[in-house]
Nanobody
């Protein structure tokens, strides 16, 4: 079984930056897709960003409109780790952020943004942005 563990959440002021990390352990694959979702109190889990890796170094990324230009997803394939660099944070970014993964290789925005695409989930890390 693949296990995902997030870290890096915290309490920051609006306009600040934060970097989240997610490390996979267990039966990981050399290619696949990893993403970030978030869930605010009383709301459904929503897509934030995703990264697909394949044939060595090639990768594809996708972002929700609400975070484009502010957030960047990246990864260290050798360490089975994905990162989410969050800049210019806003109070509306406050949520629990979840890491997700699947061995599937996807390149369409629709697939990358779908909760049902992913097989594994972390337990989440809290991000709170004050005004």
């Amino acid at each position: 079984q693949v296990q995902l563990l997030e870290s890096g959440g915290g309490l920051v002021q609006a306009g600040a930056s934060l970097r989240l990390s997610c490390t996979a352990s267990g039966r990981t694959s050399s290619r696949g897709t990893m993403g970030w979702f978030r869930q605010a109190p009383g709301k459904d889990r929503e897509f934030v960003a995703a990264r697909t890796r394949g044939d060595g170094t090639a990768s594809f990324t996708s972002y929700a409109d609400s975070v484009k230009g502010r957030f960047t997803i990246s990864g260290d394939n050798a360490k089975n780790t994905v990162y989410l660099q969050m800049n210019s944070l806003k109070p509306e970014d406050t949520a629990i952020y979840y890491c997700s993964g699947t061995s599937g290789y996807y390149i369409t925005s629709r697939a990358l943004a779908s909760i049902r695409t992913y097989d594994s989930w972390g337990q989440g890390t809290q991000v709170t942005v004050s005004s």
